[in-house]
């Protein structure tokens, strides 16, 4: 494996705050790909809170993360990048960061941070008696708002800042636009039932459905931004799953088998709300089976598998067009939709994100092969609290 070294200069002690906080922001503002921003990571914990070892982890997909490895020693301090081939499923359970398997080189570290939203952590062994406890603070935040721009074209998720300040808009407007919408209704049904020409009367017909319409993507908005909570509780994956899959199947392939449904499990158990995964899972499926609906040969693949011992994935892959970059970037955002307008609201994946966010789960997508993959990961039982 290649790798890379970068050699920087120990931070002089005695500066004030203002000096080193400059000196951290003109390290990190710099870097112009996903290497360069790990090991600009790396090099910054060493230099400025005189950590002995870091290692920062930057998934690329699901399967491979970059990780930038430093380590202080004497006077002199070296960071290594290199790719590592493991499971963004450790994201749900740091621990397995470092352990036998993972990509981390640090057996006990001091400072576990680990940001699932944007497949990103890093992992830091520290001196207790050289410990800044302002630079630590400064450095965290800095760190994750570096980490979270190195999403690549291969990897789709959502900003949670993005997304929360949209939550936010859609439950003030939510409000605002439904008491004049409920008065365009009602009049709409009470001119209709007086009117006597049948222009007229489809006029106010059209007026009264498309007022339903955005009535709906109201509902969508309010349900987007203040989701009911979980009602945890055992929720078995395979027989929840074997149900959508067969509903799937009846309404878009006229009972073919468009829709398979593969796993090695007889059982799948996390602890969630039983309702919510049944609509998580459903949006992926019919999304998928949208995708392929006018291509020849559709297929629509949904796995079911445990991929650690605190993850459970549920994978759905469609044979559908390769999805352009100016659409992933919107793919979890409300009101997008790649279909042509009138086709659909553009809430099904935002409301999925919704609801593995709140199960403390991770959800992505890639394209691998001739197949787009949307992944849900969400804990498994023994492990979800």
Same mark, same amino acid.
């Given at each position: 494996?290649?790798?890379?070294?970068?050699?920087?200069?120990?931070?002089?002690?005695?500066?004030?705050?203002?000096?080193?906080?400059?000196?951290?922001?003109?390290?990190?503002? $710099?870097?112009?790909?996903?290497?360069?921003?790990?090991?600009?990571?790396?090099?910054?914990?060493?230099?400025?809170?005189?950590?002995?070892? =870091?290692?920062?982890?930057?998934?690329?997909?699901?399967? +491979?993360? !970059?990780? @930038?490895?430093?380590?202080?020693? /004497?006077?002199?301090?070296?960071?290594?990048?290199?790719?590592?081939?493991?499971?963004?499923?450790?994201?749900?359970?740091?621990?397995?960061?470092?352990?036998? %398997? &993972?990509?981390?080189?640090?057996?006990?570290?001091?400072? *576990?941070?680990?940001?699932?939203?944007?497949?990103?952590?890093?992992?830091?062994?520290?001196?207790? $008696?050289?410990?800044? &406890?302002?630079? =630590?603070? #400064?450095?965290?935040?800095?760190?994750?708002?570096?980490?979270?721009?190195?999403?690549?074209?291969? %990897?789709?998720?959502?900003?949670?800042?993005?997304?929360?300040?949209?939550?936010?808009? @859609?439950?003030?407007?939510?409000?605002?636009?439904?008491?004049?919408?409920?008065? *365009?209704?009602?009049?709409?049904?009470?001119?209709?039932?007086?009117?006597?020409? @049948?222009?007229?009367?489809?006029?106010?017909? /059209?007026?009264?459905?498309?007022?339903?319409?955005?009535?709906?993507?109201?509902?969508?908005?309010?349900?987007?931004?203040?989701?009911?909570?979980?009602?945890?509780? $055992?929720?078995? #994956?395979?027989?929840?799953?074997?149900? *959508?899959?067969?509903?799937?199947?009846?309404?878009?392939?006229?009972?073919?088998?468009?829709?398979?449904?593969?796993?090695?499990?007889? +059982?799948?158990?996390?602890?969630?709300? $039983?309702?919510? *995964?049944?609509? #998580?899972?459903?949006? !992926?499926?019919?999304?998928?089976?949208?995708?392929?609906?006018?291509?020849?040969?559709?297929?629509?693949?949904?796995?079911?598998?445990?991929?650690?011992?605190?993850?459970?994935?549920? %994978?759905?892959?469609?044979?559908?067009?390769?999805?352009?970059?100016?659409?992933?970037?919107?793919?979890?955002?409300?009101?997008?939709?790649?279909?042509?307008? &009138?086709?659909? #609201?553009?809430? &099904?994946?935002?409301?999925?994100?919704?609801?593995?966010?709140?199960?403390?789960?991770?959800?992505?997508?890639?394209?691998?092969?001739?197949?787009?993959?949307?992944? @849900? !990961?969400?804990?498994?039982?023994?492990?979800?609290?």
């Amino acid at each position: 494996m290649a790798m890379t070294e970068a050699n920087e200069q120990i931070q002089k002690p005695g500066e004030e705050q203002e000096d080193w906080a400059l000196e951290i922001l003109q390290a990190l503002v $710099t870097p112009s790909s996903a290497e360069e921003a790990a090991m600009a990571c790396a090099a910054a914990w060493i230099n400025f809170v005189d950590a002995t070892q =870091v290692c920062v982890v930057v998934f690329e997909s699901t399967g +491979t993360c !970059l990780t @930038a490895h430093g380590q202080r020693e /004497t006077e002199h301090q070296s960071v290594y990048v290199g790719q590592h081939d493991c499971s963004f499923s450790m994201l749900l359970s740091p621990a397995e960061l470092h352990s036998a %398997t &993972g990509p981390c080189a640090i057996e006990q570290p001091d400072l *576990i941070l680990c940001w699932p939203e944007h497949f990103s952590a890093v992992l830091v062994d520290l001196d207790p $008696t050289q410990v800044h &406890g302002g630079r =630590v603070d #400064l450095l965290q935040d800095i760190s994750r708002q570096l980490l979270s721009r190195w999403s690549t074209p291969h %990897t789709a998720f959502a900003s949670p800042a993005h997304m929360e300040a949209m939550a936010e808009f @859609a439950a003030g407007a939510g409000h605002e636009i439904n008491n004049p919408l409920g008065s *365009i209704i009602g009049q709409a049904q009470r001119l209709l039932k007086q009117e006597p020409s @049948a222009d007229r009367r489809q006029s106010l017909a /059209t007026i009264g459905s498309q007022a339903w319409r955005i009535r709906d993507m109201i509902g969508d908005t309010m349900l987007f931004a203040r989701p009911p909570q979980p009602a945890f509780d $055992t929720c078995d #994956l395979v027989p929840l799953t074997k149900r *959508i899959v067969d509903d799937c199947n009846s309404e878009f392939s006229g009972g073919g088998n468009w829709v398979t449904l593969e796993t090695l499990e007889d +059982t799948l158990c996390t602890f969630a709300d $039983t309702a919510q *995964i049944g609509t #998580l899972i459903s949006h !992926l499926v019919r999304n998928a089976c949208q995708a392929v609906q006018e291509t020849p040969g559709p297929q629509v693949r949904v796995a079911l598998s445990r991929v650690s011992a605190s993850a459970i994935s549920v %994978t759905v892959s469609d044979t559908g067009r390769e999805i352009p970059e100016h659409i992933l970037k919107h793919l979890f955002d409300p009101f997008y939709s790649g279909r042509q307008a &009138g086709r659909g #609201l553009g809430f &099904g994946l935002c409301h999925c994100w919704q609801i593995v966010r709140m199960h403390n789960g991770v959800l992505t997508h890639e394209r691998s092969g001739d197949r787009n993959r949307f992944i @849900a !990961l969400l804990p498994a039982e023994n492990d979800a609290t």
